[in-house]
């Protein structure tokens, strides 16, 4: 099962872009990653999904290299409400039988201040 | 409105009462899994479920139990708890494509204490 790294915590000013790294060294070919936002005390919300190359939507881009092994979240010019807790999710393969088991990493803490 | 809803959202037990946290999405959802949040941790999965009738374990599954017995409900349930289950404990539940977990919807939360 695919585990992930991410920086445990990172510092931004408010109007910076910031780009979150996760590793993934063993992620498996049909694996997808998956980037979500956690505020305190709620529940986690989706940002982004990807499987390679560059994926963008209105909040934030994902940049996956060719080997996989990592990717990383790019939040264009970030605001003091962009502070939270973000996770690096990698799995499922979508083979019937042993899909969706998903594993979280242990998540960035983003602290953006003016 | 589309939701997840999670009961109780907090809830103080003693070890060995057995107990059951309800979860529920209106978005007709096949896939719906359970996690538990604990400091230094992040989100590890408790078990997840496919659709009606499937359930499979996740990293953490040690100590509790599921059914799916409703494509909406998805229960977790807690038959001898312990101090070490002391957590806050999450649902989700996503649309299934191709047999993979999309984007998923996370309840509230519970906030579990076993004294």
């Known amino acids: 099962l695919a585990k992930t790294t991410q920086p445990i915590s990172m510092d931004s000013y408010e109007g910076q872009e910031v780009n979150i790294t996760c590793s993934h060294n063993?992620?498996?070919?049909?694996?997808?990653i998956t980037w979500y936002q956690q505020f305190p005390s709620q529940g986690p919300r989706f940002i982004i999904q990807?499987?390679?190359t560059k994926v963008t939507n209105e909040v934030a881009s994902l940049f996956i290299p060719a080997d996989r092994k990592s990717s990383t979240l790019s939040l264009p010019r970030v605001s003091l409400s962009d502070t939270a807790v973000y996770y690096c999710?990698?799995?499922?393969?979508?083979?019937?039988?042993?899909?969706?088991?998903?594993?979280f990493g242990t998540g960035t803490r983003l602290q953006v201040t003016l | 409105e589309a939701q997840v809803t999670q009961n109780p959202r907090y809830l103080i037990t003693v070890t060995g009462k057995k107990l059951t946290v309800t979860c529920s999405q209106n978005?007709?959802?096949?896939?719906m899994s359970w996690y538990r949040q604990d400091p230094g941790l992040g989100l590890r999965q408790i078990y997840y479920?496919?659709?009606?009738?499937?359930?499979d374990k996740g990293d953490v599954p040690e100590g509790y139990k599921v059914s799916r017995k409703e494509k909406r409900n998805f229960p977790l349930i807690l038959e001898s708890p312990s101090p070490n289950q002391t957590s806050l404990y999450f649902c989700?539940?996503?649309?299934?494509?191709?047999?993979?977990?999309?984007?998923?919807?996370f309840g509230p939360g519970t906030r579990l204490t076993v004294l």
């Open positions: 989700a539940s996503s649309l299934l494509i191709r047999d993979r977990a999309n984007e998923q919807f």
């Open positions: 990807g499987y390679k």
């Open positions: 999710l990698v799995g499922d393969g979508g083979n019937t039988g042993t899909a969706s088991k998903l594993t």
């Open positions: 479920s496919m659709n009606v009738e499937v359930t």
């Open positions: 978005m007709n959802h096949e896939y």
């Open positions: 063993n992620i498996a070919t049909n694996d997808y």
